[in-house]
Protein backbone atom coordinates (compact mmCIF):
# COMPACT_ATOMS: atom_id res chain seq x y z
CA UNK A 1 0.00 0.00 0.00
CA UNK A 2 3.28 2.15 0.12
CA UNK A 3 3.43 2.86 -3.49
CA UNK A 4 -0.13 3.44 -3.91
CA UNK A 5 -1.35 6.55 -4.59
CA UNK A 6 -3.60 8.53 -2.46
CA UNK A 7 -7.06 8.77 -5.06
CA UNK A 8 -6.24 5.01 -5.40
CA UNK A 9 -6.09 4.10 -1.63
CA UNK A 10 -9.27 6.07 -1.05
CA UNK A 11 -11.14 3.87 -3.68
CA UNK A 12 -9.73 1.03 -2.49
CA UNK A 13 -11.08 2.00 0.80
CA UNK A 14 -14.41 2.70 -0.26
CA UNK A 15 -14.71 -0.34 -2.40
CA UNK A 16 -14.39 -2.30 0.32
CA UNK A 17 -16.49 -0.92 2.37
CA UNK A 18 -19.19 -0.66 -0.42
CA UNK A 19 -18.12 -4.20 -0.85
CA UNK A 20 -18.83 -5.34 2.93
CA UNK A 21 -22.10 -3.70 2.58
CA UNK A 22 -23.30 -5.30 -0.80
CA UNK A 23 -23.32 -8.74 1.64
CA UNK A 24 -25.46 -6.58 4.46
CA UNK A 25 -27.11 -3.46 3.00
CA UNK A 26 -29.80 -5.39 1.55
CA UNK A 27 -30.84 -7.47 4.12
CA UNK A 28 -30.62 -4.69 6.46
CA UNK A 29 -32.77 -2.50 3.98
CA UNK A 30 -35.38 -5.54 4.08
CA UNK A 31 -35.92 -5.37 7.29
CA UNK A 32 -36.21 -1.93 7.86
CA UNK A 33 -38.89 -1.82 5.06
CA UNK A 34 -40.62 -4.86 6.67
CA UNK A 35 -40.96 -3.19 10.18
CA UNK A 36 -42.09 0.33 8.61
CA UNK A 37 -44.78 -1.71 6.78
CA UNK A 38 -46.14 -3.66 9.50
CA UNK A 39 -46.09 -0.40 11.34
CA UNK A 40 -48.56 0.58 8.57
CA UNK A 41 -50.37 -2.06 8.32
CA UNK A 42 -50.74 -1.90 12.47
CA UNK A 43 -52.06 2.19 11.62
CA UNK A 44 -54.43 0.44 8.52
CA UNK A 45 -56.08 -1.83 10.65
CA UNK A 46 -56.78 0.50 13.69
CA UNK A 47 -58.15 2.58 10.96
CA UNK A 48 -60.50 0.33 9.58
CA UNK A 49 -61.44 -0.79 12.59
CA UNK A 50 -62.42 2.84 13.65
CA UNK A 51 -64.72 3.47 10.33
CA UNK A 52 -66.37 -0.18 10.65
CA UNK A 53 -67.61 0.73 14.51
CA UNK A 54 -69.00 3.96 12.82
CA UNK A 55 -70.91 2.38 10.01
CA UNK A 56 -69.93 -1.64 9.55
CA UNK A 57 -72.49 -1.81 6.27
CA UNK A 58 -70.07 0.71 3.95
CA UNK A 59 -67.30 -2.14 3.82
CA UNK A 60 -66.53 -2.52 -0.02
CA UNK A 61 -63.53 -2.43 -1.82
CA UNK A 62 -63.90 0.70 -3.84
CA UNK A 63 -63.64 2.68 -0.37
CA UNK A 64 -61.39 0.98 1.58
CA UNK A 65 -57.89 1.07 0.62
CA UNK A 66 -55.66 -1.99 0.57
CA UNK A 67 -58.58 -4.37 2.28
CA UNK A 68 -56.70 -7.51 1.15
CA UNK A 69 -54.22 -6.87 3.61
CA UNK A 70 -56.36 -7.41 6.12
CA UNK A 71 -59.36 -9.90 7.21
CA UNK A 72 -62.45 -8.88 8.81
CA UNK A 73 -65.07 -11.00 10.39
CA UNK A 74 -68.08 -9.14 11.60
CA UNK A 75 -70.72 -11.44 14.20
CA UNK A 76 -74.27 -10.47 14.96
CA UNK A 77 -74.11 -9.90 18.77
CA UNK A 78 -77.46 -11.76 19.35
CA UNK A 79 -77.16 -14.44 16.80
CA UNK A 80 -73.54 -15.44 17.45
CA UNK A 81 -73.91 -15.39 13.66
CA UNK A 82 -71.07 -14.56 11.08
CA UNK A 83 -72.31 -11.70 8.57
CA UNK A 84 -71.05 -12.95 5.54
CA UNK A 85 -71.70 -9.62 3.43
CA UNK A 86 -69.87 -7.56 5.24
CA UNK A 87 -67.23 -9.58 6.55
CA UNK A 88 -64.02 -9.86 4.28
CA UNK A 89 -61.75 -13.17 4.99
CA UNK A 90 -59.56 -16.21 3.23
CA UNK A 91 -61.55 -19.45 3.20
CA UNK A 92 -59.30 -20.97 5.36
CA UNK A 93 -59.92 -18.50 8.59
CA UNK A 94 -63.91 -19.29 8.41
CA UNK A 95 -64.14 -21.74 11.13
CA UNK A 96 -60.67 -21.08 12.90
CA UNK A 97 -62.01 -17.82 14.79
CA UNK A 98 -63.75 -18.77 18.07
CA UNK A 99 -65.74 -15.77 18.52
CA UNK A 100 -66.22 -16.74 22.35
CA UNK A 101 -62.61 -17.23 23.31
CA UNK A 102 -61.54 -14.31 20.96
CA UNK A 103 -58.82 -16.90 19.57
CA UNK A 104 -57.73 -18.48 16.43
CA UNK A 105 -57.61 -22.34 17.06
CA UNK A 106 -54.49 -22.85 14.31
CA UNK A 107 -53.19 -19.69 13.03
CA UNK A 108 -53.24 -18.40 16.64
CA UNK A 109 -49.18 -16.74 16.96
CA UNK A 110 -49.52 -15.57 12.74
CA UNK A 111 -52.37 -13.59 13.29
CA UNK A 112 -52.30 -9.76 14.30
CA UNK A 113 -56.11 -8.89 15.34
CA UNK A 114 -58.07 -6.68 17.39
CA UNK A 115 -61.69 -7.10 18.51
CA UNK A 116 -64.14 -4.27 18.41
CA UNK A 117 -67.95 -3.61 18.51
CA UNK A 118 -70.18 -0.87 16.47
CA UNK A 119 -70.94 1.79 17.73
CA UNK A 120 -74.71 0.94 17.78
CA UNK A 121 -73.67 -2.17 19.87
CA UNK A 122 -75.03 -4.80 17.36
CA UNK A 123 -71.94 -6.70 15.80
CA UNK A 124 -69.07 -7.71 16.58
CA UNK A 125 -66.00 -6.46 14.67
CA UNK A 126 -62.71 -8.76 14.55
CA UNK A 127 -59.90 -6.80 12.02
CA UNK A 128 -56.80 -7.99 11.70
CA UNK A 129 -53.30 -9.30 8.97
CA UNK A 130 -51.18 -12.28 8.73
CA UNK A 131 -47.96 -11.06 10.60
CA UNK A 132 -46.49 -13.14 6.99
CA UNK A 133 -47.76 -9.69 5.31
CA UNK A 134 -45.28 -7.82 5.71
CA UNK A 135 -42.57 -10.02 5.09
CA UNK A 136 -44.21 -11.33 1.55
CA UNK A 137 -44.30 -7.80 0.43
CA UNK A 138 -40.66 -7.16 0.91
CA UNK A 139 -39.67 -10.35 -0.27
CA UNK A 140 -40.29 -9.25 -3.95
CA UNK A 141 -37.87 -5.74 -3.31
CA UNK A 142 -34.68 -7.47 -2.68
CA UNK A 143 -33.77 -7.01 -6.49
CA UNK A 144 -34.81 -3.56 -6.30
CA UNK A 145 -32.43 -3.14 -3.32
CA UNK A 146 -29.32 -4.98 -5.04
CA UNK A 147 -29.80 -3.06 -8.03
CA UNK A 148 -30.08 -0.19 -6.10
CA UNK A 149 -27.38 -0.36 -3.76
CA UNK A 150 -25.24 -0.63 -6.83
CA UNK A 151 -26.39 1.75 -8.57
CA UNK A 152 -25.80 3.78 -5.31
CA UNK A 153 -22.14 2.43 -5.15
CA UNK A 154 -21.47 3.47 -8.94
CA UNK A 155 -22.21 7.18 -8.06
CA UNK A 156 -20.08 7.13 -4.73
CA UNK A 157 -17.45 5.85 -6.57
CA UNK A 158 -17.95 8.35 -9.72
CA UNK A 159 -18.15 11.29 -6.67
CA UNK A 160 -15.06 10.42 -5.25
CA UNK A 161 -12.99 10.14 -8.39
CA UNK A 162 -14.41 13.77 -9.40
CA UNK A 163 -14.19 15.00 -6.11
CA UNK A 164 -10.28 13.87 -5.87
CA UNK A 165 -9.91 14.85 -9.10
CA UNK A 166 -10.84 18.36 -8.25
CA UNK A 167 -9.34 18.42 -5.09
CA UNK A 168 -5.36 17.00 -5.91
CA UNK A 169 -5.63 18.83 -9.19
CA UNK A 170 -3.18 21.33 -7.28
CA UNK A 171 -1.18 18.70 -6.05
CA UNK A 172 -0.25 17.34 -9.59
CA UNK A 173 0.14 20.80 -10.64
CA UNK A 174 2.63 21.47 -7.88
CA UNK A 175 4.38 17.90 -8.34
CA UNK A 176 4.98 19.20 -11.66
CA UNK A 177 6.55 22.08 -10.64
CA UNK A 178 8.73 20.96 -8.55
CA UNK A 179 10.00 18.48 -10.18
CA UNK A 180 11.65 21.17 -12.72
CA UNK A 181 12.80 23.43 -8.88
CA UNK A 182 16.16 24.45 -8.60
CA UNK A 183 16.52 26.24 -4.82
CA UNK A 184 20.00 26.04 -3.84
CA UNK A 185 20.43 27.90 -7.47
CA UNK A 186 17.46 30.52 -7.40
CA UNK A 187 14.34 31.25 -5.79
CA UNK A 188 11.47 29.67 -6.70
CA UNK A 189 7.81 29.44 -5.53
CA UNK A 190 4.53 27.24 -6.19
CA UNK A 191 1.63 29.23 -7.46
CA UNK A 192 -0.74 29.88 -4.24
CA UNK A 193 -4.27 28.36 -4.30
CA UNK A 194 -7.15 29.97 -3.40
CA UNK A 195 -8.73 28.31 -0.61
CA UNK A 196 -7.81 27.97 2.97
CA UNK A 197 -8.18 23.86 3.23
CA UNK A 198 -5.10 21.79 3.89
CA UNK A 199 -3.80 21.41 0.32
CA UNK A 200 -3.70 25.27 0.54
CA UNK A 201 -2.27 25.00 3.53
CA UNK A 202 0.24 22.68 2.39
CA UNK A 203 1.30 24.64 -0.81
CA UNK A 204 1.71 27.66 1.59
CA UNK A 205 4.16 26.02 4.42
CA UNK A 206 5.62 24.53 1.22
CA UNK A 207 6.49 28.33 -0.40
CA UNK A 208 7.62 29.17 3.08
CA UNK A 209 10.26 26.06 3.35
CA UNK A 210 11.93 27.10 -0.16
CA UNK A 211 12.08 30.32 0.92
CA UNK A 212 14.09 28.92 3.64
CA UNK A 213 16.37 26.89 1.93
CA UNK A 214 17.53 29.34 -0.65
CA UNK A 215 17.98 31.75 2.21
CA UNK A 216 20.40 28.53 3.88
CA UNK A 217 21.87 27.95 0.09
CA UNK A 218 23.03 31.34 -0.30
CA UNK A 219 24.05 31.62 3.21
CA UNK A 220 25.94 28.10 2.72
CA UNK A 221 27.76 28.97 -0.51
CA UNK A 222 28.61 32.57 1.28
CA UNK A 223 30.11 30.88 3.65
CA UNK A 224 32.13 28.17 2.10
CA UNK A 225 33.38 30.54 -0.90
CA UNK A 226 34.39 33.24 1.42
CA UNK A 227 36.24 30.58 3.97
CA UNK A 228 38.15 28.87 0.84
CA UNK A 229 39.34 31.96 0.27
CA UNK A 230 40.35 32.61 3.28
CA UNK A 231 42.11 29.17 3.82
CA UNK A 232 44.14 29.74 0.68
CA UNK A 233 46.33 32.31 1.49
CA UNK A 234 47.53 31.05 5.04
CA UNK A 235 47.50 27.09 2.87
CA UNK A 236 50.10 28.55 0.48
CA UNK A 237 51.97 30.31 3.36
CA UNK A 238 52.43 26.82 4.81
CA UNK A 239 54.06 25.26 1.82
CA UNK A 240 56.45 28.09 1.30
CA UNK A 241 57.72 27.32 4.56
CA UNK A 242 57.81 23.47 4.19
CA UNK A 243 59.77 23.80 1.68
CA UNK A 244 61.63 26.44 3.16
CA UNK A 245 62.36 23.86 6.07
CA UNK A 246 63.16 21.03 3.62
CA UNK A 247 66.39 22.72 2.85
CA UNK A 248 67.54 22.56 6.46
CA UNK A 249 69.66 19.88 7.67
CA UNK A 250 68.35 19.50 10.87
CA UNK A 251 64.45 19.19 9.95
CA UNK A 252 62.86 15.70 10.44
CA UNK A 253 62.15 14.99 7.01
CA UNK A 254 59.42 12.34 7.64
CA UNK A 255 57.42 14.84 9.33
CA UNK A 256 57.64 17.61 6.45
CA UNK A 257 56.44 15.03 4.77
CA UNK A 258 53.33 14.55 6.48
CA UNK A 259 52.70 17.86 7.00
CA UNK A 260 52.78 18.67 3.52
CA UNK A 261 50.15 15.64 2.57
CA UNK A 262 48.08 17.00 5.17
CA UNK A 263 47.77 20.78 3.33
CA UNK A 264 47.45 19.11 0.15
CA UNK A 265 44.52 17.17 1.10
CA UNK A 266 43.39 20.01 2.62
CA UNK A 267 43.73 22.09 -0.59
CA UNK A 268 42.34 19.63 -2.82
CA UNK A 269 39.04 19.53 -0.73
CA UNK A 270 38.78 23.80 -0.39
CA UNK A 271 39.76 23.28 -4.27
CA UNK A 272 36.62 20.79 -4.72
CA UNK A 273 34.44 23.09 -3.00
CA UNK A 274 35.52 25.74 -4.81
CA UNK A 275 34.85 24.41 -8.27
CA UNK A 276 31.35 23.09 -7.03
CA UNK A 277 30.22 27.01 -6.25
CA UNK A 278 31.39 28.56 -8.99
CA UNK A 279 30.24 26.52 -12.06
CA UNK A 280 26.74 26.48 -12.63
CA UNK A 281 24.42 24.64 -15.12
CA UNK A 282 24.21 27.45 -17.58
CA UNK A 283 27.52 28.79 -17.74
CA UNK A 284 29.79 29.47 -20.01
CA UNK A 285 31.80 26.30 -19.11
CA UNK A 286 29.24 24.32 -19.65
CA UNK A 287 29.22 21.93 -22.68
CA UNK A 288 28.21 18.82 -24.61
CA UNK A 289 30.70 15.91 -22.54
CA UNK A 290 30.76 12.77 -24.04
CA UNK A 291 30.49 10.17 -20.84
CA UNK A 292 32.10 7.44 -21.61
CA UNK A 293 35.25 9.12 -22.99
CA UNK A 294 35.39 10.66 -19.81
CA UNK A 295 35.02 7.72 -18.17
CA UNK A 296 38.11 6.19 -19.81
CA UNK A 297 40.05 8.76 -19.28
CA UNK A 298 39.61 8.42 -15.64
CA UNK A 299 39.49 5.09 -15.21
CA UNK A 300 43.11 4.66 -17.47
CA UNK A 301 45.49 4.13 -14.37
CA UNK A 302 43.10 2.07 -12.27
CA UNK A 303 41.60 -1.57 -12.22
CA UNK A 304 38.09 -1.06 -13.39
CA UNK A 305 35.97 -3.34 -15.10
CA UNK A 306 34.30 -0.32 -17.53
CA UNK A 307 30.93 -2.45 -19.49
CA UNK A 308 30.40 0.63 -22.31
CA UNK A 309 26.89 -0.47 -22.67
CA UNK A 310 25.37 3.07 -23.93
CA UNK A 311 26.95 6.40 -25.13
CA UNK A 312 26.00 9.35 -23.10
CA UNK A 313 26.07 12.45 -24.10
CA UNK A 314 25.85 15.25 -21.18
CA UNK A 315 25.24 18.98 -21.36
CA UNK A 316 27.87 19.62 -18.23
CA UNK A 317 30.37 21.09 -17.02
CA UNK A 318 33.50 18.85 -17.70
CA UNK A 319 35.25 19.71 -14.26
CA UNK A 320 32.05 19.11 -12.46
CA UNK A 321 31.51 15.93 -14.20
CA UNK A 322 35.05 14.79 -13.80
CA UNK A 323 34.87 15.49 -9.44
CA UNK A 324 31.53 13.19 -9.43
CA UNK A 325 33.33 10.61 -11.18
CA UNK A 326 36.42 10.67 -9.38
CA UNK A 327 34.32 11.01 -6.11
CA UNK A 328 32.20 7.74 -7.22
CA UNK A 329 35.20 5.61 -8.65
CA UNK A 330 37.43 6.60 -5.89
CA UNK A 331 34.47 5.87 -3.16
CA UNK A 332 34.64 2.55 -4.80
CA UNK A 333 37.75 1.50 -5.13
CA UNK A 334 38.63 2.62 -1.16
CA UNK A 335 35.99 -0.22 0.09
CA UNK A 336 36.29 -3.10 -2.50
CA UNK A 337 37.44 -6.24 -2.00
CA UNK A 338 38.81 -7.05 -5.63
CA UNK A 339 36.62 -5.38 -8.61
CA UNK A 340 34.88 -2.33 -9.31
CA UNK A 341 32.67 -2.75 -12.20
CA UNK A 342 31.69 0.39 -14.01
CA UNK A 343 28.56 0.48 -16.72
CA UNK A 344 26.62 2.67 -19.10
CA UNK A 345 22.74 1.67 -19.30
CA UNK A 346 18.98 2.45 -19.46
CA UNK A 347 17.62 2.27 -15.69
CA UNK A 348 14.02 3.30 -15.79
CA UNK A 349 13.88 4.29 -18.90
CA UNK A 350 16.83 7.05 -17.98
CA UNK A 351 20.62 6.93 -19.59
CA UNK A 352 22.24 5.90 -16.47
CA UNK A 353 25.88 4.98 -14.89
CA UNK A 354 26.17 2.36 -12.26
CA UNK A 355 29.34 2.19 -10.26
CA UNK A 356 30.18 -1.01 -7.73
CA UNK A 357 31.91 -2.72 -5.66
CA UNK A 358 32.44 -6.40 -3.95
CA UNK A 359 33.14 -4.83 -1.03
CA UNK A 360 31.09 -4.96 2.44
CA UNK A 361 28.45 -2.51 0.90
CA UNK A 362 26.46 -0.40 3.13
CA UNK A 363 23.70 -1.05 5.39
CA UNK A 364 20.27 -0.15 4.49
CA UNK A 365 19.17 2.36 6.99
CA UNK A 366 22.57 4.54 5.86
CA UNK A 367 21.68 5.14 2.36
CA UNK A 368 20.25 8.74 3.08
CA UNK A 369 23.17 9.27 5.50
CA UNK A 370 26.19 8.77 3.46
CA UNK A 371 24.88 12.13 1.20
CA UNK A 372 25.53 13.89 4.68
CA UNK A 373 28.63 16.32 4.55
CA UNK A 374 31.67 14.56 7.06
CA UNK A 375 29.05 11.29 7.96
CA UNK A 376 30.92 8.45 7.88
CA UNK A 377 29.92 4.29 8.73
CA UNK A 378 31.25 3.81 11.94
CA UNK A 379 31.45 -0.15 11.31
CA UNK A 380 33.82 -2.11 8.88
CA UNK A 381 33.23 0.17 5.81
CA UNK A 382 34.94 2.79 7.28
CA UNK A 383 37.22 0.91 9.10
CA UNK A 384 41.02 1.18 8.52
CA UNK A 385 40.44 3.78 5.23
CA UNK A 386 41.44 6.88 5.00
CA UNK A 387 38.49 9.99 3.42
CA UNK A 388 36.47 12.93 5.95
CA UNK A 389 33.30 11.66 4.07
CA UNK A 390 32.89 15.13 2.05
CA UNK A 391 33.11 13.30 -1.59
CA UNK A 392 29.63 11.54 -1.45
CA UNK A 393 28.07 15.27 -0.33
CA UNK A 394 29.66 16.77 -3.12
CA UNK A 395 28.33 14.29 -5.62
CA UNK A 396 24.92 14.42 -4.15
CA UNK A 397 25.23 18.29 -4.49
CA UNK A 398 26.20 17.91 -8.07
CA UNK A 399 23.69 16.10 -9.03
CA UNK A 400 21.04 18.23 -7.32
CA UNK A 401 22.49 21.17 -9.18
CA UNK A 402 21.76 19.40 -12.57
CA UNK A 403 18.58 17.93 -12.26
CA UNK A 404 19.89 14.48 -12.23
CA UNK A 405 19.16 11.36 -9.56
CA UNK A 406 21.23 9.10 -8.03
CA UNK A 407 20.37 6.26 -5.79
CA UNK A 408 22.22 3.90 -3.48
CA UNK A 409 21.69 -0.20 -3.05
CA UNK A 410 23.15 -3.48 -2.73
CA UNK A 411 25.29 -4.66 -6.06
CA UNK A 412 25.15 -8.29 -6.97
CA UNK A 413 29.08 -8.57 -6.12
CA UNK A 414 28.25 -7.71 -2.84
CA UNK A 415 29.07 -4.53 -1.95
CA UNK A 416 27.73 -0.82 -2.41
CA UNK A 417 25.99 0.08 -5.79
CA UNK A 418 25.75 3.65 -7.03
CA UNK A 419 23.36 5.01 -9.85
CA UNK A 420 23.46 8.10 -11.53
CA UNK A 421 20.51 8.40 -13.82
CA UNK A 422 20.81 11.41 -15.92
Known amino acids: MKRVGIRSKIILLTLLILGGGFFVAPEILEEVAEVRYRRTLEDGRANLAERLEKDYKKLNL ?19 KLMREYSFFPPRLIDDYNLTK ?8 NLNFIKTESIDKKVSIIVGFSESTSRNAVDGLERFFVLSYLFASIFVVLGILISTEIALRPVRRSI ?4 KFEPLSKME ?6 SNDEIGKLISTFNSLLEK ?40 EKTLVGIEEDVIEIQSIIEALLILETSTKGGGT ?16 IDVDFKNNLEIILDSNQEILKLMLNNLIGNAEKFKSNKVIISTEIVDKAPSIIIEDDGVGIHPENYDLIFTPFWQEDESRTRNVGGKGLGLSIVK ?3 SKYGW ?6 SDLGGAKFIVSF
Not at 176 to 179: C, G, T
Not at 287 to 301: S, V
Open 62 to 80: RNTPRLGDYFVFIYDKQSG
Open 102 to 109: NQFAINEN
Open 176 to 179: KKIS
Open 189 to 194: KLDDVK
Open 213 to 252: VHISSISQKQFISNASHELKTPLTSLKLQIEKLKKQNNTD
Open 286 to 301: DGEILLNELIKKTIKD
Open 397 to 399: NIV
Open 405 to 410: KITVGK
